[in-house]
């Protein structure tokens, strides 16, 4: 039957019976027996009468409900329970707050149809009865949502009911994770998630660097809820988890105190308590009795304690001095503040008995709540709201017939639509939960709490919400206000601790045979135990001493029963990993497969694997070194160039510079000569084309480079000392199949094993005398040519035979010698910053002399090559001396063509390529009278003969002949001498030529003629 309807035939016919209940009910203690009838009708909080007032109380209430009646022809009541723990006074308050909410949202819309009815009943914080309290109100009053209930454990019960019978379950308090509307539809949180702030709590551990926090939680559904949320947050900013703190909210004050001690003897000082304030009061309180509360501790509180902080006892506050909490940042607005003393007000008149009356973020989502409900069921009004009696397969008799609300599934979809500014700000459900925005930060501080910042999920920490905000992702502690930290300290803690009751650290040092200066470790028969020294244990020992705190601990050798090697290194550090040593100290190297599954700190030597060969007997007096300097590449490359730069310029010069002119074997000995006379710039020839001037520049600086290169290594070679390896490289090594040594325990045999040697060539040596040994010995003699090792054993192995033996090759990377630590250790960042100071100062110099001496090898910290200069150095400077010749090269052969293209054009079309390449080849070999040079020599011979009083005729066809000849083809004189016209001929390609001139020079033999006429 519809409630409403229901509810009629009570009012027009069962008013006695009626009667007898609301006495009943009056009579009784419990704060669930008085439901409300209305919105604005306050419950009954003082039940007890005299007995002989009932009869006038039954009068009165049938007259009012009489009066009822007639108002439920315009309106329709809309059932709604309440499930609330009314023993607490957070439940009165949100009581009083959706009273408020219904007055005013009735109040603001008269019009409406609907009025939500409020049925309330106490759970008792207790999840059965809560159960039983929801199934009387989803059968018997016939509600159609549930507000509440006020746990999460009461939640996730009711939830399921709730879902059985489609009524909505409406929270405004229930934030444990493990509650979604995924695995319960009908379950709406109007109120944030508890995994909505681990965000900003780990914002807050990043900010000041903590590596390790411990989560501190209840053993119940909200404080479990948290903890995967958390420690995912944690580890996305590669924060530890090493611990996690469950207390169960019935613990006795014993059982508390056992679990804080617990907390005292660990390293971290981070807590993260997440609890509800009956246990956290508590637990407080026991943390400040036992000295928990004091300078280095970290104690970060999340909402479920943060918010209700202003209705803490005065000493649990003074015990929760310099603790930082986050909780929802609601925005104050008019609306707001006039609803904080409105509320104020009300709430005193009804609970005048409570002494705390302060506003928090749960009374704000309960008005909102309300308001949401609503205006969720004015949208389903009309819709027939009567339960189908379906049986529900539940094995609890008084449940059987619990019935499916029809309405259910459209007011859940409208609950989950409902959007409106709220109190608490927007309200709005994305996935069936309101969604969190800003959190803000405070720090308790004396008798209450003060803001430092807040966090957002685009801009991170920020001191204030009105400075202006960027994209840009903030956790930097100075996004804080100052902050009192336990202990009334304004120094940030570190976030760890060495407990006074914690045991010595256990450090591993390694059992090894040679190398003894880096660790050695003696078993001392006298006393039983292990004398451990060496230049490691001497730098641990000053890392040590520099922390600002003490730490104590002991050597423990890495070695069997009969004091020898346990195991290799990978060995020795993976026993951290098993957490049978807590530091490995010694000639570790940082490597990355080792760093997989521990921490190292920096480094405290050079890093680097190299090699070490012997050196050769020094050259110096060989007979051929004068050519070591230049590489064979380089030497045919410069002879190349010489013999084509030498062949440019001729080309260039031939034609115009008798120099470059006579007999084929004196021109061909002419480019040798001037090219190779360059080299020592004693060339003589003048150069008269400008091309030739121009490479003849680049030439020569080319050659002054080359000569004082070649000097300066010749010297080197002949006054310094060269320590030469017999191997320079390792493909050297891998192609002449020669063995290879690494020290018996060390890394480098995986390196060498990459490097392509086989098993077979590599040999082990454990000391510097047995490294010595094999190198001498070489591969021939059962030894090694080359051996590979660290930088630090090979400096120290040099040191001793520095002149027999070289570091060659290149130098393989890694980090040298580093203190192993577990992963995620504390002291990790203290004894790196402890290993910075010691090696920046002078006690590192200090050791490094006890231990290594001054021996400084030369040449042993540096790469020894051939010393040959090759090609590589020089391909510049011949690329630019090559582009310079052949482009004039080729500028001189296009305009030769040019110019005697005629010549070309004339020769007989019946000639052969060949013959008329011969044509132009003799073409070339002639003179060039045009020239200026040319020129010049036949005005100096006209000026001879005027001068010698010789009358001035024009030179004889033979003698122009003769000059046009020229003197390199033949000395015969091959052009015509007759007056006739001469045929051209491929012979004789310029006898027209000739003939033109000569009968020229009969008509004008009486006329002067300057040399162009002459011979042009």
Request: with cysteine; proline share 4%.
């Amino acid at each position: 039957m519809h409630p409403s309807s229901s509810r009629m035939a009570l009012l027009q016919g069962t008013q006695p019976r009626l009667a007898g209940k609301v006495a009943a009910w009056l009579s009784c203690k419990q704060p669930w027996c008085t439901p409300g009838v209305r919105a604005n009708v306050r419950r009954e909080r003082n039940p007890m009468f005299p007995q002989f007032f009932l009869p006038l109380i039954t009068k009165a209430i049938s007259l009012f409900l009489g009066d009822l009646t007639a108002a439920q022809s315009t309106t329709i009541p809309f059932d709604v329970g309440v499930i609330l723990d009314y023993n607490t006074g957070d439940a009165k308050k949100c009581n009083t707050s959706m009273s408020m909410a219904l007055d005013d949202f009735y109040a603001r819309n008269s019009s409406y149809k609907t009025r939500l009815v409020l049925h309330i009943r106490d759970s008792q914080q207790d999840i059965v009865n809560a159960a039983f309290m929801a199934i009387d109100l989803i059968e018997n009053v016939q509600v159609q949502a549930i507000i509440g209930p006020e746990t999460s454990g009461e939640a996730n019960f009711i939830a399921d009911l709730g879902g059985k019978a489609q009524v909505p379950i409406v929270s405004f308090s229930a934030t444990s994770p493990s509650l979604s509307s995924v695995l319960s539809p009908f379950f709406i949180r109007t109120a944030y998630n508890d995994s909505a702030q681990v965000k900003a709590i780990a914002a807050i551990v990043q900010a000041f660097g903590w590596r390790e926090a411990v989560p501190v939680y209840e053993d119940t559904n909200y404080g479990n809820g948290i903890v995967p949320y958390l420690i995912d947050a944690f580890q996305a900013i590669n924060t530890r988890v090493p611990y996690r703190s469950v207390i169960s909210p019935n613990a006795s004050d014993d059982e508390i105190l056992e679990e804080l001690y617990k907390l005292m003897t660990m390293q971290t000082r981070v807590f993260i308590v997440h609890m509800l304030p009956t246990l956290g009061s508590r637990l407080f309180l026991k943390a400040k009795e036992i000295g928990m509360m004091t300078e280095g501790y970290v104690w970060i509180i999340t909402d479920g304690l943060t918010n209700f902080l202003s209705s803490m006892d005065p000493s649990v506050i003074n015990s929760m001095e310099g603790v930082l909490g986050v909780r929802p940042h609601v925005r104050r607005s008019k609306k707001l503040q006039s609803f904080e003393v409105s509320w104020k007000r009300r709430f005193i008149q009804e609970n005048p008995d409570m002494e705390n009356s302060d506003l928090d973020i749960y009374v704000l989502w309960a008005y909102d709540t309300a308001w949401a409900l609503a205006m969720a069921a004015e949208k389903v009004a009309g819709v027939n709201s009567s339960s189908q009696q379906h049986k529900l397969s539940l094995n609890i008799s008084s449940v059987e017939s619990l019935q499916v609300s029809k309405i259910g599934l459209e007011l859940r979809q409208e609950i989950l639509n409902t959007q409106f500014e709220g109190l608490s700000g927007e309200f709005k459900l994305v996935d069936g939960q309101l969604q969190s925005s800003i959190f803000r930060i405070v720090n308790v501080v004396g008798s209450g709490e003060k803001d430092i910042g807040f966090w957002t999920p685009m801009n991170g920490i920020f001191r204030s919400l009105n400075v202006n905000m960027t994209e840009t992702y903030s956790s930097l502690k100075d996004g804080l206000r100052t902050i009192i930290w336990p202990g009334d300290s304004t120094t940030v803690p570190k976030g760890w601790e060495i407990p006074t009751n914690e045991k010595k650290l256990k450090v591993g040092v390694p059992v090894k045979d040679g190398f003894t200066d880096f660790v050695n470790v003696q078993w001392d028969n006298t006393s039983n135990s292990y004398r451990v020294t060496g230049y490691c244990i001497d730098v641990f020992d000053a890392v040590m001493g520099t922390l600002p705190y003490s730490v104590p601990y002991e050597y423990i050798p890495f070695a069997k029963a009969d004091h020898t090697s346990a195991g290799t290194y990978d060995d020795m550090v993976y026993q951290v990993y098993l957490q049978k040593y807590d530091v490995v100290v010694g000639d570790t190297t940082i490597i990355a497969n080792r760093s997989l599954y521990v921490d190292f700190t920096l480094p405290y030597t050079g890093s680097g694997v190299s090699m070490v060969a012997p050196i050769k007997v020094d050259n110096r007096k060989n007979a051929w070194i004068f050519l070591k300097p230049l590489s064979l590449d380089l030497w045919l490359t410069t002879a190349a160039f010489f013999v084509f730069t030498g062949f440019v310029i001729w080309v260039l010069e031939h034609r115009i510079n008798e120099d470059f002119r006579g007999p084929r074997q004196h021109q061909v000995g002419m480019i040798f000569w001037f090219s190779f006379s360059t080299m020592v710039f004693s060339h003589k020839e003048k150069v008269v084309s400008n091309l030739a001037r121009f490479i003849l520049i680049i030439w020569l600086f080319v050659v002054l480079i080359l000569t004082s290169s070649y000097t300066a290594s010749l010297t080197s070679l002949l006054t310094v000392q060269q320590l030469q390896p017999t191997v320079t490289d390792v493909q050297e090594l891998l192609q002449n199949g020669e063995n290879v040594g690494y020290q018996e325990g060390s890394f480098v045999f995986g390196l060498l094993k990459q490097m392509k040697f086989q098993d077979s060539k590599l040999k082990v040596y454990t000391s510097e005398d047995t490294l010595n040994e094999g190198l001498s010995k070489g591969t021939a003699n059962g030894g090694f040519a080359a051996a590979f090792d660290e930088i630090p054993y090979l400096n120290l192995f040099l040191s001793k035979y520095c002149s027999k033996y070289t570091m060659v090759g290149p130098t393989y990377k890694t980090d040298g010698f580093g203190f192993v630590f577990p992963r995620g250790s504390s002291l990790v960042g203290d004894v790196s910053r402890a290993v910075l100071n010691v090696t920046e100062g002078d006690e590192m110099i200090r050791i490094e002399k006890m231990w290594f001496g001054d021996a400084n090898c030369p040449g042993s910290s540096t790469t020894v090559s051939s010393g040959s200069l090759t090609i590589k150095s020089f391909w510049g400077l011949f690329l630019i001396t090559g582009f310079a010749s052949f482009s004039a090269f080729l500028a001189f052969l296009i305009q030769f063509i040019w110019t005697h293209k005629h010549i070309w054009r004339n020769i007989d079309p019946k000639a052969t390529l060949w013959e008329r390449i011969v044509i132009m080849a003799e073409q070339f070999d002639r003179k060039d009278f045009t020239c200026f040079t040319f020129r010049n020599q036949e005005l100096g011979r006209q000026n001879t003969i005027d001068a010698t009083g010789v009358a001035s005729v024009p030179m004889s066809p033979t003698i122009i002949s003769q000059h046009t000849t020229g003197n390199f083809v033949s000395y015969d004189d091959q052009a015509t001498t007759s007056t006739g016209t001469s045929h051209p001929s491929p012979s004789n390609p310029i006898s027209e030529e000739i003939s033109t001139t000569i009968e020229l020079s009969n008509h004008e033999i009486m006329r002067p003629r300057s040399a162009e006429e002459t011979y042009g």
